[in-house]
Structures are given as C-alpha cells and as structure tokens.
C-alpha cells in the first residue's frame, strides 16, 4: 500500500511541475505610505504641529480614499482630492493638536482605499 502511494505522489508531483513552470501569476499591486512611521521627538503641548507623508499608488487603476479614521480628535487630515491616480503619489497633511496630551503619545490614521485595502500611518511623540 506504501508503494502504490508513493508512485501515485510522485506522479503528481512531476506531472505538475512541467506545467507549473508556465503559470505566470501576477499579484495586485498595493498603495503604500511613504513613511508609514514618524517620530516627532520632544514637542510642546501649546504648538500645533504638521506631519506631511504620501500615499503612493502602484497599480494601473486609480484608487479613492473611502474613508479616514483618527484615534483622537487632536488630528485634522488634509487631502486635496480622495483620489490617487495610477503611478502616481498622493500628498497627505496631518496637523496634530497636543493640547490634551502629555508624555508618551502614540496617533494612528487608518485609510480605507477602493481597492479593499486598508493602510495605517502611525506618528509619535513626547509632548511636554
């Protein structure tokens, strides 16, 4: 019985590889933020500050910002247009408003694109 299952296997396994060296699979390109991290260093709780990164686009397709979600009300997200069109780079500005917040802080901004992915730019800071 080992015998007749392991002539089976491997006639699959080499009757498969001759045909999967023709497959020719193309995976989706994604958006991504450039960077998707920044450190503020110390900050002062009475100033404003602005935070300003991309979000890029490699597909063939334009992509619409669906929706933004903020971890605190401290943050105002500025774009001109909720859309990025293909091969190309959309500018994002943050003002983040520490007025609340003191020490260690982390702030997130979650985007929701067209294409069912969901990016995430994080910013952190000491705020004294």
Known sequence: MKIKVCIISLFFL?????????????LPKKVEIT???????????????ELKFKLVNQ??????????????????????????YPDSSKEVS????????????TKKVVFRLSNKQFLTFTFQAFVI
Do not use: H, W, Y
């Open 59 to 84: 597909n063939q397709e334009r992509i619409k910002v669906e929706k933004i979600s903020k971890s605190c009300g401290c943050t105002d997200i500025r774009m001109n247009s909720n859309i990025i």
């Open 35 to 49: 960077p998707s991290l920044i450190n503020l260093g110390k900050i002062s709780k009475s100033e404003q500050t």
């Open 94 to 105: 943050i003002i983040f408003n520490p007025k609340d917040d003191s020490g260690d802080v």
């Open 14 to 26: 080499f009757s498969c590889t001759e045909n999967d060296a023709k497959l020719n699979i193309v």
